[in-house]
């Protein structure tokens, strides 16, 4: 199975300021890879598939980029509602499919 | 709009069974690829299973973490998805959420809770 490593596990940024997060892949996944948002108490949150296409409703604030084994997400101006915890997950050819074990975004 | 929601977690004993239930509004567990993702107490997503398309095959597939105990189907006469769990063990205790996508999972429940204790 295709092993996926986020880092960091957790991040604190300023207000306004740009969150940088990462995703690995232990093998090719092409850009068969998602990003998804996890607030407490709420249902997870598509946020980018074929990583880098944002899902409906995403703001432009959020960028995914890469391909291969080497992802990235970005906010480019962290507002308090960005807290969250962010997964990335790849569905690269058959199942199974496999999440990050995720990265908790702070506000400083 | 697309809801889906699910139902049949409780408390149930080590090796017990449950099975859980999806039922799906505006939209057909059929005629899309469904799916089990769960998230253990403190920890991340794990995605558990998915269920193909009838056209495409209805094929299953499912994490190594439960290949064998777990199986995953559907009633389409009912728009429902189920996840039939056996050999519950103490790790298995999470929220389980049922979702829709062919890869990411576009749409999600409100998840329900297994909890698996003596």
């Known amino acids: 199975d295709i092993m996926m490593t986020q880092s960091p596990a957790s991040l604190s940024v300023s207000p306004g300021e740009r969150a940088t997060l990462s995703c690995r892949a232990s093998?090719?996944?092409?850009?068969?890879l998602g990003w998804y948002q996890h607030k407490p108490g709420q249902v997870p949150r598509l946020l980018i598939y074929?990583?880098?296409i944002r899902a409906t409703g995403v703001p432009a604030r959020f960028t995914g980029n890469g391909s291969g084994t080497e992802f990235t997400l970005t906010i480019s101006s962290l507002r308090s509602e960005d807290v969250a915890v962010y997964y990335c997950?790849?569905?690269?050819?058959?199942?199974?499919?496999?999440f990050g074990q995720g990265t908790k975004v702070e506000i400083k | 709009e697309v809801q889906l929601v699910e139902s049949g977690g409780a408390l149930v004993q080590p090796g017990g069974s449950l099975r859980l239930s999806c039922v799906a509004s505006?939209?057909?567990?059929?005629?899309?690829?469904m799916t089990w993702v769960r998230q253990a107490p403190g920890k991340g997503l794990e995605w558990l299973s998915i269920?193909?398309?009838?056209?495409?095959?209805?094929?299953?597939y499912y994490a190594d973490s439960v290949v064998g105990r777990f199986t995953i189907s559907r009633d389409s006469s009912q728009n429902t998805l189920y996840l039939q769990m056996n050999s519950l063990r103490a790790d298995d205790t999470a929220v389980y959420y049922c979702?829709?996508?062919?890869?990411?999972?576009?749409?999600w429940g409100q998840g329900t809770l297994v909890t698996v204790s003596s």
């Open positions: 093998q090719s996944v092409s850009s068969k």
């Open positions: 269920i193909y398309t009838d056209v495409t095959g209805g094929r299953t």
């Open positions: 074929g990583a880098s």
């Open positions: 997950q790849q569905y690269n050819n058959r199942p199974p499919w496999t």
């Open positions: 505006e939209f057909s567990v059929s005629d899309n690829f």
């Open positions: 979702g829709s996508g062919p890869g990411t999972v576009d749409y």
